[in-house]
């Protein structure tokens, strides 16, 4: 969940990292996603991976 606690709208980039069971990179990575966050408001992003042995995710965020 993703919160816009300021009086103006922003546009947040993020990405999704997957990793396996011994830390190590599931590749492909994603790609990069944009969502536009009203002001005073809140979204909820998600992402899916199609890769096997997928334990972990860290999500990656930029403005």
């Known amino acids: 969940m993703l919160r ?3 009086s103006q709208a922003v546009t947040v980039q993020y990405r999704f990292y997957w990793y ?3 830390g190590l990179d599931v590749l492909p990575y994603d790609d ?3 969502v536009l966050i009203q002001a005073q408001s809140e979204v909820r992003i998600s992402g ?3 890769g096997q042995n997928v334990q972990q995710v860290r999500p990656h ?3």
């Open 4 to 6: 816009n606690t300021s």
């Open 20 to 22: 396996e069971g011994k």
């Open 32 to 34: 990069v996603h944009s």
């Open 48 to 50: 899916t991976h199609e």
């Open 61 to 63: 965020l930029f403005l």
